[in-house]
């Protein structure tokens, strides 16, 4: 809800003086987002997001570090139905949003480029940037 009205409200003129052609499921979260309203439930949702920031930078601090998978598992397949890609897409959001929503740094790292590659996300405290960069780059190389 958050992410949807505040992409509109960021983008929603140009994209009603210019009329760009999206791909459906991108055209049809832009046409979703241009009927929301700033009303009770965006606040409920903004006041959950705040919270959950108050407490994921608690948690990290100044010294922690989040590990989790770059995404839920491996990409749609080629000619995936759109059930499928939401899927999917829903399922990755849900680990990329961390650092977006509560203003964290994150890096990913390759990890294994087999069949399919791996990545790893790393994901510091608040105003950690260097701190994570100097981290990732000391294990990696």
Not at 109 to 128: K, N, W
């Given at each position: 809800?958050?992410?949807?009205?505040?992409?509109?409200?960021?983008?929603?003129?140009?994209?009603?003086?210019?009329?760009?052609?999206?791909?459906?499921?991108?055209?049809?979260?832009?046409?979703?987002?241009?009927?929301?309203?700033?009303?009770?439930?965006?606040?409920?949702?903004?006041?959950?997001?705040?919270?959950?920031?108050?407490?994921?930078?608690?948690?990290?601090?100044?010294?922690?570090?989040?590990?989790?998978?770059?995404?839920?598992?491996?990409a749609p397949k080629r000619g995936s139905?759109?059930?499928?890609?939401?899927?999917?897409?829903?399922?990755?959001?849900?680990?990329?949003?961390?650092?977006?929503?509560?203003?964290?740094?994150?890096?990913?790292?390759?990890?294994?480029?087999?069949?399919?590659?791996?990545?790893?996300?790393?994901?510091?405290?608040?105003?950690?940037?260097?701190?994570?960069?100097?981290?990732?780059?000391?294990?990696?190389?």
């Open positions: 809800m958050l992410q949807g009205y505040e992409a509109w409200q960021s983008h929603g003129l140009w994209i009603e003086q210019n009329h760009p052609h999206f791909a459906r499921d991108v055209g049809g979260r832009f046409e979703a987002a241009s009927k929301m309203k700033k009303d009770k439930a965006y606040q409920q949702a903004a006041a959950t997001k705040q919270q959950f920031t108050e407490k994921i930078r608690a948690f990290l601090g100044s010294d922690g570090l989040l590990i989790i998978p770059t995404t839920y598992g491996p139905g759109a059930e499928e890609n939401d899927k999917v897409r829903a399922r990755t959001m849900q680990l990329t949003c961390i650092a977006g929503v509560s203003g964290l740094p994150q890096v990913t790292v390759p990890i294994l480029e087999s069949a399919a590659p791996i990545g790893l996300s790393f994901i510091s405290g608040y105003g950690t940037d260097r701190q994570l960069l100097a981290f990732v780059r000391n294990v990696f190389g």
